[in-house]
């Protein structure tokens, strides 16, 4: 049984998830529309990925006979005016997801609630390959400045990514 406490973090993260999730279908739909198509590919999967993130919590609140509960999710920022601007914000968006991990973490040690820390471990691990990639991605864009054509190889390659 978990805790009032665990449960409306589960809860709150699965929002949180589906806000990432519509955060990086925005941003995709914007690259789209600016001719990146590979930048758009990219979050688009990734769009795809936090929904995913969502639905595993959505299980695992199932699995331990838990209420679901599916609270709103705010509209993702949709003012978009440069390609650095939206790195910025997805690195942004990626460390507040890791200190929410972080956050309901904590809680479950203080708890003693080992099952959810367990389960939690995916996540945490899960944020680290997440913050290297925003961050990656960040300083690349940055390194790349006004050089249109690094620009252009480097949505390529995002486009291509596993
Ligand atoms: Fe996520």
Redesign the pocket.
């Known amino acids: 049984m978990l805790s009032n406490t665990i449960l409306t973090s589960l809860n709150d993260q699965i929002a949180a998830?589906f806000g990432?999730s519509n955060f990086y279908l925005q941003v995709a739909a914007w690259f789209d529309n600016n001719n990146y198509e590979g930048f758009a590919k990219y979050f688009r999967k990734q769009s795809d990925e936090?929904r995913q993130?969502g639905l595993k919590i959505v299980d695992y609140l199932l699995e331990t006979s838990s209420g679901v509960q599916i609270k709103d999710i705010q509209a993702p920022d949709n003012y978009f005016v440069s390609c650095l601007g939206i790195f910025e914000a997805v690195y942004a968006l990626e460390d507040k997801?890791t200190s929410l991990i972080s956050n309901i973490y904590k809680i479950s040690v203080l708890e003693g609630d080992y099952a959810t820390q367990i389960f939690l471990q995916w996540y945490v691990q899960?944020q680290v390959r997440s913050m290297r990639d925003a961050s990656y991605n960040l300083n690349k864009i940055r390194q790349i400045g006004d050089d249109v054509g690094a620009l252009f190889e480097f949505d390529e390659y995002l486009g291509e990514k596993e």
């Open positions: 998830e990432a936090e993130h997801v899960e």
